[in-house]
Structure formats: structure tokens, C-alpha cells
């Protein structure tokens, strides 16, 4: 993950820019930093396999990307949660870390005989839990084809980045960093969603220019939603 210092005090140049007359030489040095995954298929049952639940509690962590009652995703990514009916009224909470090792949780609404995808990304996920019972229908939590920031993205021109060889140009598939702070909240870093599905061969590669480096939560966002 990358390693960031302090920038805002760097220029080139000796008279260029705001120059000697201003009481500053030379121009801001704006330093972008590189990301780059290359992350695997989405599977609908990575991280909890297709159960149900007798009541009130938590799922069996046993997907695919399970070893002993942990999963660990390949990259920062978004969550998903499939259902083969309507789990509407269930409440499905997911705990976790995020790249840095931070806890954090995110809650939904179970869906109507189709799949949700958190807005959170998680590195690894340690708990699952319900609030009432999942019987008459099956209920999996997998990984999505949505990436976490390595660092705050505030707005769309805060990064570059390219798919697949292809440079993004369009705001489709971002979400910017979310300060709100709950359990229903967006990534505090923000994150992208990936234009075709990932597959183990597709990268995504992207430079990011931080707005504010000169505090952390400029840098990485606000602190995690835990409660």
C-alpha cells in the first residue's frame, strides 16, 4: 500500500510561478500516488456459502475465501449479499477490517431474490450477522466488482485511472469519499465500480492526487464506522 509524506512544501524552479517577487520561487509540486490491483472474479458465496438461519445471530463464515471463520479478500473490495427470495425485512450486518486494518461495519437490507453490494470496502471479513431468521430462503455474502480508494478521493478529479488499458473518462462507477459516518454510510476513501466484470487478468490501474495532505483525515478519510 502506498507510503505517503509530507508534499506541500516542495516547488521547482527558481523564479517560474509565483517567483521571488510574491516571497515564494518556484512552482507546487504536485505528487500523484499509483494504485494498481488486479483482482479476481467476483463469487457469490466467498465469503459465506449459500445457508440459512434458524434465528436471530450470526452466519457461518465458510466461503471460499474462508480459514477459520475469517475471510480475507484478494484486494479491497466491496461485499455482496444474494438471496433466493425476498429477505427484505432482515437486517444483514457485516464486520470487518478495511487495507489499513481498520474495523469497520456495514448494514443492509436483505434483497428481494436478487444481490446487494455493500459500499464499503473490506479487506477481510470477521462477522455476519442477522437480525431475525433466514428460513424459507438461502442467503450468501460474496465479493463485488466495486474497489476501494488506497487513499480520500473527494471529488472526481482527485484521480485518474484506467481499466483494462482504458482510460476512464466518465464519472460512471465512482462514489467519492463518504464523511457521514454510519452504519449505511459510503467508503470514507471513496470507491470505484469497474466497467466489465474483474477476472483475474483485467487491471485497474489509478494515480491519485490527495487535495488535502497535510492531515490524515485529508489523506484517508474519516475514521471508520464501528458501532
Not at 3 to 32: A, C, N, W
Not at 55 to 62: F, H, M, R, S, V
Not at 188 to 200: D, E, F, K, L
Request: aromatic fraction near 8%; glycine fraction near 12%; charge should be neutral.
Amino acid at each position: 500500500m502506498p507510503h505517503v509524506t509530507h508534499f506541500s512544501d516542495l516547488r521547482i524552479g527558481r523564479g517560474e510561478g509565483k517567483g521571488t517577487r510574491y516571497g515564494v520561487r518556484g512552482l507546487d509540486v504536485v505528487v500523484g500516488q499509483r494504485y494498481t490491483i488486479t483482482p479476481t472474479a467476483i463469487v457469490t458465496g466467498a465469503v459465506c456459502a449459500t445457508q440459512s438461519a434458524a434465528a436471530a445471530g450470526n452466519l457461518t463464515i465458510n466461503g471460499t475465501l474462508a480459514s477459520g471463520g475469517v475471510a480475507t479478500l484478494d484486494v479491497p473490495r466491496a461485499v455482496t449479499v444474494t438471496s433466493t427470495g425476498n429477505d427484505s425485512t432482515v437486517n444483514v450486518t457485516i464486520y470487518g477490517t478495511d487495507v489499513y486494518g481498520k474495523s469497520l461495519v456495514w448494514s443492509t437490507a436483505g434483497p428481494n431474490a436478487s444481490f446487494t453490494t455493500s459500499a464499503k470496502a473490506f479487506k477481510t471479513v470477521t462477522r455476519v450477522a442477522v437480525d431475525t431468521a433466514v428460513v424459507s430462503t438461502l442467503i450468501a455474502i460474496g465479493t463485488g466488482d466495486r474497489f476501494g480508494f488506497p487513499l480520500k478521493v473527494a471529488k472526481r478529479s482527485d484521480v485518474q485511472v484506467f481499466w483494462d488499458n482504458a482510460l476512464i473518462t466518465t464519472n460512471s462507477g465512482f462514489s467519492v469519499a463518504d464523511a457521514t459516518g454510519s452504519a449505511k454510510s459510503g467508503d470514507v476513501r471513496g470507491t470505484y465500480s469497474t466497467q466489465s466484470a474483474a477476472n483475474a487478468s483485467r487491471v485497474l490501474d489509478m494515480v491519485i492526487f490527495s487535495a488535502d495532505p497535510d492531515t490524515s483525515d485529508g489523506l484517508y478519510g474519516t475514521d471508520q464506522f464501528t458501532s
